[in-house]
């Protein structure tokens, strides 16, 4: 059975710093990572995907992603209080058009 | 680009009734939709998958006569949720995507069952 693993929290990080939320998966053959970003009420807001090993940049966002260790994270710099949000890291085990399996979700508080 | 819509946005009903929720992208041809559906405090579950044209695949577990998915057109997917009891209320969400990869996910629907 498919797993995607976050911690749940709650992270807090003061405004200005840089917050890690971390995510493993159990399908080795998984190919394409997505992390997307729920606030309370809300649909998830897509923030990056990531592919190949390594990292990839956008703008404060980081993903990183490492298959041999089956571990993807996220790295937002600068944070700031509207990052506040539960941040969702999706996995697409086939690739193609295939439905997502999420994790639980970190909850993610930047305090000012 | 790649907005996706949901109507309604919220939905309170008896129970027996039938609701029919409108999945539309509509700056994008969607090659593929799929429903998920979110209970509180928990993450996104992938109830089905669509193709235009095609017969939905669904998760295991979930019922097919009860969630009945069309899909149309490449801009439009309708979940009807038939014979709604209290245990479906959930936050439905749609997504679309024409890469095959990428999910642009609607705004979702609160279904609340009385």
């Known amino acids: 059975q498919k797993e995607v693993e976050q911690n749940s929290g709650p992270l807090s990080v003061p405004e200005g710093a840089i917050a890690s939320l971390n995510c493993t998966y159990s399908d080795r053959g998984s190919q394409s990572f997505f992390w997307y970003r729920q606030y309370s009420g809300k649909s998830p807001e897509l923030i990056m995907f990531i592919y190949s090993n390594g990292d990839k940049e956008d703008g404060r966002f980081t993903a990183q992603l490492n298959k041999a260790s089956q571990y993807v994270s996220l790295l937002i710099r600068d944070s700031q209080p509207s990052d506040s949000a539960t941040y969702l890291c999706?996995?697409?085990?086939?690739?193609?058009?295939?439905?997502?399996?999420f994790g639980k979700g970190t909850h993610l508080i930047i305090q000012p | 680009g790649a907005v996706v819509s949901q109507h309604p946005s919220r939905v309170i009903c008896k129970s027996g009734t039938s609701v029919k929720i409108e999945c539309r992208s509509l700056d994008f041809q969607a090659t593929t939709m799929f429903w998920y559906r979110q209970f509180p405090k928990q993450s996104l579950m992938l109830m089905a998958t669509s193709n235009e044209g095609s017969k939905a695949t669904y998760e295991q577990g979930v019922e097919k006569d009860k969630f009945l998915i069309n899909h149309a057109s490449l801009t439009l997917s309708t979940l009807t949720v038939t014979s709604a009891h209290p245990e479906d209320s959930s936050f439905y969400i749609c997504?679309?995507?024409?890469?095959?990869?990428?999910?642009?996910f609607g705004p979702g629907t609160r279904l609340t069952v009385l």
């Open positions: 999706a996995v697409n085990s086939r690739g193609g058009a295939d439905g997502l399996t």
């Open positions: 997504s679309a995507s024409w890469t095959g990869d990428t999910q642009y």
